[in-house]
């Protein structure tokens, strides 16, 4: 990113001072997450924009549960040596840090630049450019989370972030249900949750879901302000492209499949994300149905595609799965 962007409205966004961005670096790292998000509401303005790292981690904060585990239900999986319950507590944000920072996010999408705050995204364009920041490059790793909050710009795509459990990779977790025993599991940093059983939304990750959504809205109102195109560009680069790299974008299983997810659950505040998640991707009522049909379940399998032919050997009417996405560049 440079150190200026232009805003929908003309305005010109500057990087946030070093002074201003030390002041919040310095309560990550002390692990004052409310103080740093407050500090953040106080330094938003439409002529500043976030850092990179800032958005990230207040993603990774905003991805915790809003009524966090102890110290004793939480074990962090660290070679050398094991941290200490000081060191533990740090690390795990309150509720009351994790409903600011998703306040916040909703505020930076409504006051800055739709593609300064999604700099902070992963997106397949991102990933396949290699001077994306690597790992450390912006300081960050002094924060408490830093190091943690990195598994955001390691991911795939924005699907990505919002499947279960993904920010607990790399830790092992104890877990209880109702029906169950306590139990203990690791998730691995390695283990990408690229496949569709896992692409669905998390329990704490409905409210990013809809944050996501507003950053798209907005950039698609940016376009049509601009006479620059129908769809959000942020949208699209969501979208994985060809393997030669060449023609349009087609492959839109994962977004599809939270349309899905979003419409089968019985909170209508839910199934809205799902129908303007469909009307982002210019899909109405009537094609939902139409996908429907020609789907033998709303959840699908998931398929290891290498060709179109074996897509449509897995897949009933891929056509019309993918139809919506055609739209995209006929436009």
């Known amino acids: 990113m440079g150190s200026t962007i232009e805003k929908r409205d003309g305005v010109i966004e500057?990087?946030?001072?070093?002074?201003?961005?030390?002041l919040v670096d310095t309560c990550l790292e002390e692990g004052q997450f409310e103080s740093a998000i407050a500090l953040l509401e106080q330094l938003r303005s439409p002529t500043y924009k976030p850092t990179t790292s800032h958005i990230r981690q207040l993603l990774y904060i905003a991805l915790q549960p809003e009524h966090p585990p102890s110290v004793h239900e939480l074990v962090v999986a660290d070679v050398l040596p094991s941290p200490s319950k000081a060191t533990v507590k740090k690390r795990?944000?309150?509720?009351?840090?994790?409903?600011?920072?998703?306040?916040?996010?909703?505020?930076f999408a409504i006051t800055n630049a739709p593609e300064a705050i999604a700099a902070a995204l992963p997106s397949y364009d991102r990933r396949r450019d290699m001077s994306v920041t690597q790992a450390g490059d912006d300081g960050s790793l002094e924060s408490v989370i830093g190091p943690q909050s990195m598994c955001i710009s390691r991911a795939e795509s924005c699907w990505s972030i919002l499947a279960q459990g993904f920010t607990q990779r790399g830790q092992t977790c104890s877990v209880s249900s109702n029906n169950e025993k306590e139990r203990s599991y690791i998730l691995?940093?390695?283990?990408?949750?690229?496949?569709?059983?896992?692409?669905?939304?998390?329990?704490?990750?409905?409210?990013i879901l809809d944050w996501l959504l507003l950053l798209f809205e907005q950039d698609e109102m940016l376009a049509h302000s601009h006479a620059s195109g129908r769809f959000s560009n942020l949208l699209v680069r969501q979208i994985p492209p060809p393997r030669n790299g060449?023609?349009?974008?087609?492959?839109?299983?994962?977004?599809?499949?939270?349309?899905?997810?979003?419409?089968?659950q019985a909170d209508f505040r839910r199934q809205m994300l799902g129908s303007?998640?469909?009307?982002?991707?210019?899909?109405?009522?009537?094609?939902?149905?139409?996908?429907?049909e020609h789907s033998e379940q709303p959840r699908l399998s998931k398929p290891q595609v290498h060709n179109q032919a074996k897509r449509a050997r897995q897949l009933k009417r891929p056509q019309v799965r993918y139809h919506l996405v055609w739209k995209l560049y006929a436009a």
Not at 276 to 292: A, H, I, S
Request: glycine residues 8%; proline residues 6%.
């Open 92 to 107: 795990i944000p309150s509720g009351g840090a994790v409903l600011a920072a998703r306040r916040l996010l909703n505020s």
């Open 246 to 264: 060449m023609g349009p974008r087609w492959d839109t299983r994962i977004p599809l499949h939270i349309i899905f997810y979003c419409m089968e």
């Open 188 to 207: 691995d940093e390695d283990d990408s949750p690229n496949d569709l059983e896992s692409m669905v939304v998390g329990d704490n990750a409905w409210p």
């Open 14 to 22: 500057f990087e946030m001072s070093a002074h201003q961005r030390g």
């Open 276 to 292: 303007r998640l469909m009307t982002l991707f210019g899909m109405d009522k009537q094609e939902y149905k139409r996908v429907l």
